[in-house]
């Protein structure tokens, strides 16, 4: 709020023209996500800005988008957390309020599941041969994709769990504390770089990445998808299924504290 009117901070509302037009940030521009990469590279001088974050109605969206962005290079791509819901309760009733439930709180699974043996990777076809051309083409496809058909509703997990090979992006206590039946962990920002744990994810089965709030697991989707693997973000994360849990122990449990009530531009 602070750097509303600061030329050197640029916001993307990526959200539709009509909910745009209703209320939005000062000075944010609308762009549609699938839309971003090109927007960058022939709109806008990118390395002009201090900070560019991407808005969107929930945060998941634009965290997947700003995602892909600094997989293109572009490091100073930020999405705002919680998207729109933080800033005012009009745009949070029916995104994050609407979304957040203890629906499975009673069903979580404590058993430890270690992280299996490496295994395949990916085989991708791109048809190029240079590292920077095949990353330009996968990042270009990722953003071909509907983000929304990377979204997997709790009740579907819950009701299967064995469709998913499910990575819990979490904290060691966070996991312990209960997760979704089958689930790995692995460590937030180091297991799954190719140093660490990638090449265990399996490459034939459905790969399901959950966290607190489904907004870190949507970097990770956007990551995990160029590389060519199947996988899919648990929509809300935790707090799609035990959001008072999360509330009560501090962790990152959407509440109305998380309602900034900032003004908007109509």
């Not at 996500?33 to 201090?50: A, H, Q, R, V």
């Not at 819990?168 to 180091?190: I, K, L, M, T, W």
Request: with cysteine; proline share 4%; hydrophobic share 35%.
């Amino acid at each position: 709020i602070d750097n509303v009117r600061n030329k050197k901070y640029l916001v993307l509302d990526i959200r539709s023209e009509d909910w745009y037009a209703y209320g939005h940030i000062q000075n944010a521009e609308n762009v549609e996500g699938p839309e971003l990469l090109k927007y960058f590279e022939t709109k806008i001088t990118p390395e002009n800005y201090d900070k560019i974050t991407i808005v969107c109605y929930s945060g998941q969206s634009a965290a997947y988008y700003a995602g892909l962005l600094r997989l293109a290079g572009y490091n100073n791509v930020y999405s705002l957390k919680w998207g729109m819901s933080s800033w005012a309760e009009e745009f949070a009733t029916n995104i994050w309020k609407k979304n957040s439930s203890d629906a499975f709180a009673n069903q979580l699974e404590t058993t430890v599941n270690p992280i299996p043996e490496k295994t395949s990777t990916p085989t991708i076809s791109t048809g190029k041969t240079e590292g920077k051309d095949i990353l330009k083409q996968r990042i270009e496809e990722a953003f071909a994709k509907p983000y929304k058909e990377f979204i997997v509703k709790a009740e579907t997990v819950f009701e299967n769990p064995s469709d998913y090979y499910t990575v819990n992006y979490v904290s060691e206590d966070r996991y312990n504390f209960g997760h979704v039946p089958g689930a790995v962990r692995y460590q937030p920002n180091s297991s799954l770089s190719s140093t660490a744990d990638l090449y265990t994810l399996p490459t034939n089965k459905k790969i399901l990445v959950s966290c607190d709030t489904g907004l870190s697991a949507a970097y990770a989707v956007a990551y995990l998808q160029v590389l060519g693997y199947d996988v899919y973000n648990l929509g809300y994360g935790a707090n799609s299924y035990m959001n008072t849990v999360l509330k009560e122990k501090g962790w990152n449990g959407f509440s109305s504290e998380e309602i900034k009530e900032y003004p908007v531009v109509e």
